[in-house]
């Protein structure tokens, strides 16, 4: 299969991308890890007259964590780079959870987290992890920077909040205020298949109470879901039975499950109120044993 | 140097906006006219005529294609061939040297790896990378390296055990692990040889 003919230009930075993006509007496109829209433009689903390859901007293929203790993602750091990172595993479990998760092995050599938060699949996995996160997207355009909330950059399926001459250039993840926890769990048929449904976990805890926490859905709608409920029913609580029954419950009634071939509307909303019960179980087992240490074996 | 020359399909090429792209593949340098629209796979199976690197479900699922670029992994049907512009390609046919295999080559004829052999050149590729980057792999390790990969015969033991035994040739002799599974593979060298 081919794609339909477009021209190509490999810009070597930001600004000239912007130029780019500017000057062809719609019609251009940007690709980074291109695991998503080479598929796509085989299909024929998306045709642009331009292809805008960032792969050769150099400088945006790092993972790193700031002094305040926030994390920095640049456009070009692939799912396998997060996948080995010790970085992820020390401070970042729902991250570290998620990112041996997305595709397949091969696919995380080149995908890219920003190019699949753009992509705005419903199914994708990074878009819940980073809602549940509260991290934001930082975009440059002709007119500067701007940082969009990720709860409001995906805007609908495949549709983000980008303008047609606004590139994404990293995502920032907040710092934790307490201990952070959680994690990532996801049902797929098989590897590298669509998740049938995906639960994304962030909770902080100070002591046994739960100060932060973050819930959001992949796959059960037609964009990833952000359980806000469900996460603020457990803010000031310990992580009881019944305050995980409750958030499970609310997570479930948040979902918008669709019956198709990998499911019934019931199934996956039981999955996610599964889901979201055994995340936090866990970690609400790992404080009773490990007396407040995290990341206990 | 090689020039080649590539277009994909029967259109008038006068619009055509093509591309000079300069590579290497298997160490050697080439120099390429693109369109953007070619994959990376067309170019390297009609444009170099390399087609051990195969063509499976084309979209992104069987790894079939997978090659080495810059000695990561790569499905070669899912990346643009202007894209290797300045980088190196390896594919299966870069395995084998003069007049031996590779390890690799060897642990799936001595573990009988494949049947058809259609899925097999990506398997190999894949396990080059994975051995690269963890010369120790547990068979955990090499389903999990190998999952991006679809085989429909073997059911996937065989090429695991094939992985292993290369796992186990390409170490260095003096540093062998005191592993039952490794112990195992090495009587059946000698067996077979």
Redesign the interface.
Known sequence: ????????E?PRSIQETISLLHEHGDDAKV?AG??SL??L???RFASPGL?V?I?NIGGLGYHRADPDGSLRIGALCRH?DLERSALLNGMQPVMAAAAPLI?????R??GTLVGSLCHADPQGDWASVIAALEGRVVVRGPAGTRTIAMADFITGPFQNALEADEVAVEVIIPAPRATPAGGYLKLERR??DFATVGVAVAVERTGERVTRAGIALTGVGGSTINAAEAAAALVGQPLTAETIDTAADLAAQAARPRTDHRGSAEYKRHMVRTFVTRILSSEARKTSTADGSERAA | MTMIFVEPDDEAATDVPVRRISFTVNGQKKIAEVEPRLLLSHLIRRGLGLTGTHMGCDTTNCGACTVLVDGRPAKSCTMLAVQADGHEIETVEGLAGASELHPLQEGFRAEHGLQCGFCTPGMMMAAKALLAENPNPTEEDVRWALSGNLCRCTGYQNIVKSVLWAADKLRPASGAEPDGSAAEASTEVTAEG
Request: no cysteine; proline share 10%; aromatic share 10%.
């Open positions: 299969m081919y794609p339909s003919r477009f021209r190509y490999a690709l291109g695991q080479v598929p433009m085989k299909l292809v390859d792969n396998a595709a397949d092995p091969i696919v050599q080149r590897v590298g």
